[in-house]
């Protein structure tokens, strides 16, 4: 079958048309999928819109974005395990591009189950993003936890956290995003713009502190973590406790010694070891005694959590565009951020 590939191309001045080119042929341990639907990612990929639009580099090439998508398999190469023709596949990474045909390594590419539309499989991708920066969190039954920011990974994360059983309290300048996250079942919210928010989250933590915060949002965020250390709990010696882990592109200046106590600031890489791993994404697996969520196994809890209801994406979903309309979806993450959150694109064939 001859396919007609279109892609999504983001160029110097940060706009974004559709492209025609011929289809790359598959390598081992790749499936070869037509994409149903793809999500757009409001942080990282309109980073770069942004980026562009404001200093616009002549010499800067056009460039193919996109990694969260959802599609049907066509067919596969080499090894592909229980991938089949026919199967429906959330999938992920630098394969999964706003395209309507796309060629994904075997490792990031999952079955979905009956129950989950194509829609709510493509949250797979940051889904595990926040999966992975709640691993790298710890939590523990009944434990305190802060998530600043609750765009799609904020709100993923403070969902998994109350999850595992941690009282979550979700911090956000803007009030659209506060909306969505109540009707994702997050209960204790505060809007943080123009205030600092410690004092209200100490008293929903009363008598106790945050024993852990997570950072998803991008930017200068020295202040957000001063706010953050105010309502961590104390030792008797009088150090601040607890774990604070960074997932989103936000940028921290602080001092060491007692000045930040005995917190412990962790960073947390994507969706788990095994992204951007050439070797693993095409189906190697790590030694299981050595690594227990790899990011396959991450993007396989988040389908079953959306499976099982216990994990709700459908109220993020404010718009759905036509991928013949790219440069609407971009206009509404950038000059919009009060009206748009998830914005998936609907392929065509």
């Not at 990974?153 to 659209?176: I, M, R, Y």
């Not at 994990?311 to 609407?328: C, G, K, Q, Y």
């Amino acid at each position: 079958m001859k396919i007609k590939r279109r892609m999504i191309v983001i160029d110097c001045k940060g706009r974004l048309s559709l492209r025609e080119e011929p289809m790359p042929a598959l390598k081992d341990g790749e499936v070869r999928v037509e994409i149903v639907v793809s999500l757009v990612s409001p942080g990282t990929e309109m980073n770069l819109v942004k980026t562009r639009r404001a200093k616009p580099d002549p010499d800067a090439k056009d460039f193919p974005f996109g990694y969260s998508a959802a599609g049907v398999v066509l067919e596969t190469k080499g090894d592909c395990g229980e991938l089949k023709p026919g199967m429906r596949v959330a999938c992920m990474g630098g394969g999964a591009q706003h395209a309507n045909y796309d060629n994904v390594p075997v490792n990031l590419a999952v079955p979905i189950p009956d129950s989950v539309s194509f829609e709510q499989a493509s949250y797979a991708c940051l889904g595990a993003t926040a999966l992975q920066s709640v691993r790298r969190a710890e939590p523990k039954l009944g434990e305190n936890g802060i998530v600043l920011g609750l765009g799609i990974v904020g709100n993923l994360a403070s969902q998994l956290l109350s999850l595992s059983g941690v009282h979550v309290v979700g911090w956000e300048t803007n009030p659209f995003r506060i909306e969505v996250a109540k009707l994702c079942g997050l209960l204790s919210l505060v809007n943080s713009k123009g205030a600092d928010p410690s004092e209200a989250t100490k008293r929903l933590f009363a008598p106790y502190g945050a024993e852990l915060a997570i950072f998803a949002f991008g930017g200068q965020a020295t202040k957000a973590y001063e706010s953050v250390a105010k309502c961590m709990c104390v030792s008797g010696d009088g150090h601040m406790m607890g774990r604070a882990v960074l997932v989103g592109g936000c940028e921290i200046s602080l001092l060491g010694g007692a000045h930040n106590g005995n917190i412990d600031i962790r960073v947390s890489s994507r969706t788990g070891p095994g992204y951007h791993d050439p070797v693993y994404e095409h189906g190697r697996s790590y030694p299981a005694c050595f690594v227990q969520f790899d990011t396959l196994r991450n993007i396989k809890v988040i389908t079953s959590l959306i499976a099982a209801g216990k994990l709700l994406v459908d109220p993020m979903t404010s718009h759905r565009i036509p991928m013949t309309a790219p440069n609407e979806a971009a206009d509404l993450l950038v000059d919009h951020p009060d009206k748009a959150l998830g914005v998936i694109f609907k392929m065509e064939h």
